[in-house]
């Protein structure tokens, strides 16, 4: 753990991918381990790992990157957080993000950008950014993100690790701070696919607090790994290597998808049609459910509340308008227009209807297939401010990754190679519930 907190020392001030680092706690905990002994059976005790500031800590300042939280301590941990402790697992900080996750680069932080770890000059992607970049940088070995439309997975590739998505309900949102609840989904970092596995297996799990939980039993996540995947079927939809996409990132994923065929897979290309509408219907239901969800920060019941206030009304605008970022007002007010009466069929459930056809798309291909193999991102990462003024080049970094949090599927993204000196990540898509299938592909490619 003070090796571990060294090495965060040693390159916060490039990366800026820490909020906040738990020193004190983090060594008492060590210490307290230490004293009762390493139990060597549980192949997590005493491991050290950073978690996302959207996860609530007891007693640990938990911000989701906004002003308008600064300064709440939360007086209750996340499910996920008391699982890490229940394995000897040691929180060693909080780290940055996109405020309240919305965002693809990092840089809707409302304390500092965080780094790309290849690169100081590029983003890291977003809006999981800090927890990617710090595992790329060798400042943790391990850390926990979240993914509403591709927040692990998307940084995962700009950072050249291993980054997953389970499938939503594997992992409790009790505790994690919402942003679009029908979306978001808890998940994992480490530079191996193996590492990854076990980090998984240790935040999953029913939990009656959360009532989208999911009822399922737990395999084994690493137990096939290392298995052959002679006879594995995955497709490669058309519509992921189309027009917007790189074509170096296209190649290094083609080339992927012709070494799965020599370790025994077959790969065909399939159709996903309806992916092309997957961004406009996530940024209409994604800012509609965060517009009610953003509902209760109105600047008395938690962290910031403006000065010099008159009355009621003035309380909730003064705080709400100097509390909240930009882009966090934009999806605010996106949100509250699709919901709104005279605009919800229009928009809203326009949109839910899109979402049951990209589900079904997804369905259709999986009755024949055992995996989905496409590129993460449109690009490889991308140079500090230059998307910053144009919310819809950000949005459209999203296109192959949305998709699959509308559908409830689990993804991983793994490195695939490189372009131009910068990682260049692939996505494994799955049938729910089939995380195993995913982490033995990813590790027979790895
Ligand atoms: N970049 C996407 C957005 O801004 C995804 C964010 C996420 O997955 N939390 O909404």
């Known amino acids: ?46 491991i050290p790992l950073a978690v996302k500031d959207n996860i609530v800590t007891k007693n640990i300042e938990t911000t989701s990157a906004s002003k308008i939280l600064r300064g709440w301590i939360p007086p209750y941990n996340a499910t996920v957080v008391d699982k890490l402790y229940n394995k000897g697992m040691i929180v060693v900080g909080k780290t940055n993000m996109d405020e309240f ?61 291993v980054g997953m998505k389970p499938t939503y309900g594997r992992v409790s949102r009790w505790g994690l701070i919402a942003f679009a609840s029908s979306l978001d989904q808890i998940g994992t970092f480490a530079p191996t696919v193996e590492e990854n596995a076990q980090l998984l297996q240790v935040i999953s799990g029913f939990d009656a ?13 690493a137990s096939k790994i290392g298995q052959d995947i002679k006879g594995m079927k995955i497709a490669l939809p058309k519509e992921y290597f189309g027009e917007g996409i790189d074509e170096k990132v296209k190649a290094q994923v083609l080339a992927a998808a012709k070494h799965f065929e020599s370790l025994g897979a077959k790969v065909e290309e399939v159709s996903l049609p309806h992916s092309k509408y997957g961004v406009a219907a996530y940024y209409i239901i994604g800012s509609s459910e965060a517009s009610s969800n953003l509902q209760r920060f109105d600047g008395i019941r938690y962290g910031y509340r403006a000065d010099d206030i008159k009355n009621l009304d003035d309380l909730y ?22 919901l709104s009466a005279g605009f919800y069929d229009a928009y809203f459930k326009k949109a839910g209807q899109v979402r049951t056809m990209i589900v079904n798309d997804f369905a259709k291909v999986f009755e024949k297939y055992d995996l989905i193999l496409a590129p993460t991102a449109p690009t490889v990462a991308f140079d500090l401010g230059s998307r910053i003024d144009d919310p819809v080049a950000m949005y459209m970094a999203d296109i192959l990754t949305i998709p699959v949090n509308l559908a409830g599927l689990p993804g991983i993204s793994i490195p695939a190679g490189q372009v131009d000196g910068l990682p260049v990540g692939m996505q ?19």
């Not at 060798?138 to 993914?147: A, K, T, Y």
């Not at 605008?317 to 699709?338: A, C, D, N, P, Q």
């Not at 299938?437 to 990813?442: F, L, S």
């Open 1 to 46: 753990t003070k090796a571990t907190i060294a090495d965060i020392k040693l390159r916060e001030a490039d990366m800026g991918a820490f909020l906040k680092v738990t020193e004190n706690e983090a060594i008492a905990q060590a210490e307290a381990i230490d004293a009762r002994g390493i139990d060597s059976s549980v192949v997590t005790d005493g």
């Open 101 to 161: 996750a919305m965002g693809g680069s990092g840089e809707n932080s409302s304390v500092k950008p965080t780094h790309n770890a290849w690169d100081l000059n590029k983003v890291p992607g977003g809006s999981s950014s800090g927890s990617a970049a710090s595992v790329a940088a060798g400042q943790v070995r391990l850390s926990l993100g979240s993914d509403t439309g591709g927040s692990i997975r998307q940084p995962a590739s700009f950072n050249g690790i």
């Open 209 to 221: 607090q959360d009532s989208t939980s999911s009822q399922v039993e737990i395999p084994d996540y």
């Open 317 to 338: 605008i003064k705080s709400r308008s100097e509390g909240f970022g930009e882009e966090v007002k934009r999806r605010i007010m996106l949100g509250t227009y699709s």
């Open 428 to 446: 494994l898509i799955g049938k729910r519930y089939a995380e195993e299938t995913i982490y033995q592909a990813a590790a027979a490619f790895e």
